[in-house]
């Protein structure tokens, strides 16, 4: 169940743009990969709070990625030990993890967050994975994808060339695998969640089917009642759900892809 | 006396009777159902449903939110799923909460407004219509009724003809001749007034010249506009005898007492859900410690007190 807790900040590590915030929480804190956190960030007029993907569950703590991407997120960022942070959680629906067939996980920037905890997830129940992490250059997430490179089977990909892949995470995932991956697991700028669904449609019919994707829409209420975070939807055509409590995780074939496209 | 420690929340408004004077704005507390997982609901002193027009809405494109300092703009476009599934759907699980119901009305034409309101009259479920003529986000009927006071007359005459529960018209904070307007709508019927909407407002990413909002414009809310609000509810208290439901940016206990004392008879958070799903219980919770520690024993001698030039203990 969803509840609201303060919780103390015990640890924060830096990743070069992002930071990882560990929190204490409770043995009810039973986040699901893909669900998320709806943190208040600070007063200066901020009203709103903001949703953070659940990047870790370890023994009676929790963590969050944050990327700072205005002023909200660069407050939280620079929060640490002996702080609170009030959040609402963990919300949303999350990613589906039966499937059958090897697992394949896609990430653009901070979309590494959901699946990091995922990918953990995946491999404790026996699981194997495979996880496509696109930057812009090798240096942008500090020693991250080192750490993460301990954990599972992390490639990189970085748009400069700098390190790994010089490409998208896309074109990495797709010269990885594609065919026999049962299931692909993305999250990430819209542009890249676009550009693969795009791919995935031409693998296969059921292309779509076999994708899963964590969408970024702006929210206020980030439980179901305001309706900001449209989402358009396949069916009813015309239709939007909403990203916070529908989602933020959607199968690829249940998004209207050419009015997502349009929002761009 | 009561669970509130000596002082009555109780408050009557239209042959309705409340347990206490805070209510749920429309469109920020959805039908209630998804509130329940964080509260319990039946402790409200009533619920004000999201906007119902006749057919299914699937509102405006995104994006439709953006926070600005101290507030928020949306351009939802009155998503809803219509008259029918929220007949089935909502309205008799509100009813079954035992918390009292306004249903927000809106409609695209005036015919639709009559027809929602009548059918929603007529399933004898809920407490009172409050009719939306102030919403800024569609480009018919809303907000196009505050602009032309006679068609509002016409309107609120024709719903009232139609149905035989209380019928509350919303303010727009964009009304000319505020007094002269809602003095004209209780002279058309209208058994009570709630006020503010949201402001009409826009916001524009400078790096692309694109209006942030999908809408392109949106509406106001949240503490930005409180001021606002209170001004407008201290002008038609002056002008009307009717029940006022004050709203607009109440973030707290604090804001709701000042929307009583300007003359509101009962109040409505709004906004405030979104950053605290709870945040209604404890405005509740506030207002009767504040009663408690002035003195004060019934919330009605709160009501218009800014008016009476009262500032001490009431006794
Ligand atoms: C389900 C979900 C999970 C997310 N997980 C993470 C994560 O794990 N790590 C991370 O670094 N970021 C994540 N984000 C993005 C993060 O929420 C935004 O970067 C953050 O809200 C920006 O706030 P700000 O005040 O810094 O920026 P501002 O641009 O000043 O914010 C203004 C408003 O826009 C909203 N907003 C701005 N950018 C976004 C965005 N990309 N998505 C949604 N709302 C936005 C803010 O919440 C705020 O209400 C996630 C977003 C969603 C929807
Ligand atoms: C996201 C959102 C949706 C709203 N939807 C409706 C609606 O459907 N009908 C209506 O009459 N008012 C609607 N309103 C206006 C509120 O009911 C209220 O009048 C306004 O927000 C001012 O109060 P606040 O500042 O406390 O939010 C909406 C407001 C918000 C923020």
Known sequence: MPARYLVAVVGRRDYGCASELVCEVPDDFRPHPGQFVHVACGGDGRILRRPFSVFDRGEGTASILVREAGEGSSWLKRRGPGDRLDILGPLGRGFDLCAEGGRLLVAGGAGIAPLRFLAKRLLEEGETCLVAWGMGEAAEYGVLPDVLKKEADVRLACLDGSGGHAGSAVDLAMQLDRESAGQVYACGPREMLLSLAARMEEVDREGLARLQVSVEERMACGVGVCRGCAVPVAEPPGAYRAACSDGPVFRGDELDWMRMAALT | ?315
């Open chain 2, 1 to 315: 006396m009561d669970a509130h420690g000596g002082v009555d929340l109780r408050v009557e408004i239209s042959g309705i009777s409340l347990q206490n004077p805070v209510l749920a704005c429309s469109g920020t507390f959805g039908n209630g159902r998804e509130m329940s997982a964080w509260m319990d609901i039946r402790r409200l002193g009533g619920v004000m449903t999201k906007a119902v027009t006749l057919d299914p809405c699937a509102g405006n494109p995104p994006p439709r939110v953006w926070e600005t300092p101290s507030g928020m703009l949306n351009a939802i476009g009155l998503e809803n799923k219509g008259l029918e599934r929220f007949l089935e759907e909502d309205l008799p699980w509100l009813h079954d909460m035992g918390v009292p119901v306004w249903v927000n009305v809106a409609g695209f034409t005036a015919a639709e407004y009559v027809e929602v309101a009548r059918e929603v009259s007529r399933a004898k479920i809920a407490s009172a219509l409050e009719l939306n003529i102030s919403c800024p986000n569609v480009k018919k009927g809303g907000l196009h009724f505050s602009a032309d006071e006679s068609e509002a007359e016409r309107l609120v005459s024709a719903v009232k003809g139609a149905v035989d529960i209380p019928v509350y018209v919303k303010l727009s904070p964009r009304t000319g001749d505020l007094r002269g307007f809602a003095g004209a709508m209780v002279r058309a019927g209208a058994d009570g007034i709630s006020l503010i909407n949201t402001m009409p407002a826009m916001a524009v990413d400078v790096e692309t010249a694109r209006p942030r909002l999908g809408n392109l414009t949106g509406g106001l809310s949240g503490p930005a506009i409180h001021p606002v609000a209170v001004q407008m509810v201290w002008e038609v208290a002056q002008e009307v005898d009717v029940p006022i439901i004050g709203m607009g940016g109440i973030w707290g206990w604090r804001d709701a007492v000042e929307m009583l004392m300007v003359g509101a008879d009962a109040v409505a958070v709004g906004t405030l859900n979104f950053t605290d799903p709870t945040a209604t219980l404890g405005v509740v919770e506030g207002i009767a410690a504040f009663m408690r520690r002035k003195g004060y024993r019934r919330v009605g001698e709160l009501v218009d007190l800014a008016r009476r030039g009262r500032s001490g203990a009431a006794g």
